[in-house]
């Protein structure tokens, strides 16, 4: 019997339409070609494995940040997690706050060369795994963060100063995120870092970010470990 993955796909990246878990077997991905033992399949019959997945959702990062002019981080972050390419839980969110963080922050006077800073993001981002969080108490929504704000500034392990200031940032995202509690839910803890970040650089870097003043979530109906009320952003 087929279900519904909600904590993965819910739109097939190729058409829109659900994806489930069927059978174990062999299966072609529609976009490389390639074949792999795979049970993800969208009712209309594709498979998109996933690393063909994640180059759509690595480009779509890239171009969508290269391109946005909004100025606020958590409006570029939105539109970027509405694409079919994100799961609602998934590594692409260590890549898409630091994005978004980047793309704003040009946008509101910031100098820097974004194309190398986007890739410079992409490629940091991809080495935290996912179940970071609960597993080495680290939630990669706080690291994309710290990315950010050590491309930023410039700071490597050998900086003083801005890296106090990196170090300081990133924990208080974790502060934050872990006054919620779990499970763990990638939207949430990544409106929460980028929130604190804006204020963060407003103090430090005098760089002022516009910030939604009432964010709402849309995804709480396809997680299944939704923590509700205690989410400051549930209006469900």
Sequence with gaps: MQSIRNDLDVHCPECGGKVTLSLLENRVC???GKESMDREVCENGHHVCDACRKKAANRMIMDHCNESRSKDPI????EMMRDNNIRMH??????MVASALIAA???CGGEIDIDSALRDAQKRGSWFPGGICGLCGTCGAAASCGIFYSIVTGTTPHSSGSWS????LVSKCLAK?????????CKRNSFIAIRET?????EKLGIVLETSSDIVCEYYDRNDECVKGRCPFYKG
């Design 177 to 185: 995120i872990a006054s919620i509690d779990g499970p763990r839910c």
């Design 30 to 32: 529609v976009r490389c």
């Design 75 to 78: 409006v570029i972050l939105s």
């Design 165 to 168: 200031d990196t170090n300081m």
């Design 105 to 107: 922050y040009r946008n």
């Design 90 to 95: 998934d590594l692409e969110h260590h890549i």
């Design 198 to 202: 804006t204020d963060y650089i407003k």
